[in-house]
């Protein structure tokens, strides 16, 4: 899994400050929403590697379109 930014919607840096305290539930194969518990990521087969920017994106994906994040952060919260 690998993630192109388009830096102009959002930074790397601006997603990672954006999803870094969000809480996530793992129930397997799944990384769940710990808030809403919608799916963030179906998670690889074990042994699998993933990568960070991967889980970034999806998490900022989800705070976007499940709980009304603006990628520019004009709506936060
Ligand atoms: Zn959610």
Known sequence: ????????????????DMCGTWQLAVDHPYLR??????????????????????????TVRHMCMNHGYSLSGAQDG
């Open 1 to 16: 899994m690998s993630v192109i930014w388009d830096e102009r919607l959002i930074t790397r840096q601006r997603a990672a």
């Open 33 to 58: 929403c710990a808030d809403c518990t919608g799916n963030i990521l179906k998670l690889p087969a074990e042994g699998k590697i993933v990568d960070i920017d991967g889980l970034i994106s999806a």
